[in-house]
């Protein structure tokens, strides 16, 4: 068992990144990730890897592409702003079926915003990271070391997939100091006969695009896409029930805000009431059985995020009128206490009685 370190969640992200196999780092410095990118810059020189500061997020996520096409792990880093300037070279990614990882510590928005933590990135992250019809693997992590077990899989299904992968963390994430076991991770590089790593007079050349002049062309490969995409939806959705299997309540919340709602959860029992909490890992796929499974059950729902309610949408897809579901949160960078979550359970198990 390899001994724990105390690592900050950015450079933790970016250790883990390296075990996993990556040696090709594209980004741009932004408030609260940079710690990721100067980690990577210190170590990719020394391990043989490349580490470049491009001169914007632009052309950092072109470089990307560019690596991926050739085959190998890539990734990039960026806060919120930062993302929605990848968004073009993220779709076409998509569009041309490359796999990499790409890191969104969230801060406050809209605009330049605040440099604190938020998750008001979900609609961007989950249905809208670019232009054009396509999904990307989201994953949301709740403590520093869930970061650190996520990236080696996020690289994994990206391969198994072709297509990129995101982790959505947020600024108390990338911030905080928690201790880390960062394992030796077995390098799962999956052969990729469509990469454009040179020939060698054996094959003929391989060419990486996202351009289709005729429609019926592109409407096919979409169509396909989406095939997959069902798959994915099937087989990989990820998340964590805590105490639901006799609660009334369940408040579905993900990453930072989950580790506030469970406080409040724990509370919430210690005076009687029957609380409980699922945590999506996956937020695409999003884990709808894992909500789905405690419709019948629990009496109400209630969603907690740091946003204006994202998240809300997707939950009452899942329940669809049968029970109510309702929400909290603070946005601006504001991260919601324990007992500001606990006085909204209290006031929805009146509501019950």
């Not at 990577?40 to 991926?68: C, D, F, H, R």
């Not at 998509?94 to 998750?119: E, F, H, K, M, T």
């Not at 990486?208 to 409407?219: A, G, R, T």
């Amino acid at each position: 068992m390899a001994e724990k370190v105390l690592m900050k969640g950015n450079e933790a992200l970016a250790e883990a990144a390296i075990q996993a196999g990556c040696r090709h780092f594209f980004g741009y410095p932004i408030t609260p990730q940079t710690e990721l990118a100067a980690y990577m810059a210190k170590k990719m020189p020394k391990i043989g890897g490349t580490y470049l500061q491009a001169e914007s997020e632009v052309a950092a996520i072109n470089m990307v592409y560019g690596a991926a096409s050739a085959g190998v792990r890539a990734m990039t880093s960026s806060s919120s702003p930062g993302i929605s300037l990848k968004s073009e070279g993220i779709s076409y990614l998509a569009g041309a079926d490359l796999p990499c990882l790409i890191i969104n510590v969230q801060r406050g928005g809209p605009g330049l915003g605040g440099i604190q933590p938020s998750q008001s990135d979900y609609w961007q992250a989950t249905k809208a990271n670019g232009h054009g019809d396509f999904q990307v693997l989201v994953f949301a992590p709740s403590t520093v070391q869930e970061m650190v077990d996520l990236v080696a899989g996020a690289f994994d299904k990206a391969d198994k997939y072709r297509m990129p992968a995101m982790i959505l963390a947020d600024g108390m994430l990338g911030q905080m100091m928690e201790p880390v076991e960062i394992r030796e991770t077995e390098v799962n590089q999956i052969e990729k006969p469509w990469a454009t790593n040179g020939t060698n007079g054996e094959r003929e050349h391989n060419v990486v695009n996202s351009l289709y002049i005729q429609p019926d062309e592109l409407e096919r490969l979409v169509f396909e896409r989406y095939e997959k995409y069902k798959k994915i939806e099937a087989e990989e959705q990820m998340s964590e029930s805590y105490l639901t299997e006799d609660a009334e309540i369940v408040v579905v919340a993900y990453g930072a805000s989950s580790r506030v709602v469970r406080s409040a959860v724990n509370a919430a029992r210690a005076e009687g009431i029957k609380v409980g909490l699922v945590r999506p890992i996956t937020l695409w796929p999003y884990p709808k059985a894992a909500v789905d499974a405690v419709c019948d059950t629990a009496k109400k729902l209630l969603v907690v995020e740091m946003s204006m309610g994202q998240m809300v949408e997707d939950v009452r897809l899942v329940a669809n009128g049968r029970l109510p579901v309702e929400f909290y949160g603070r946005t601006g960078g504001i991260i919601p206490t324990p007992a500001e979550v606990l006085a909204k359970i209290k006031e929805m198990a009146g509501g019950n009685e």
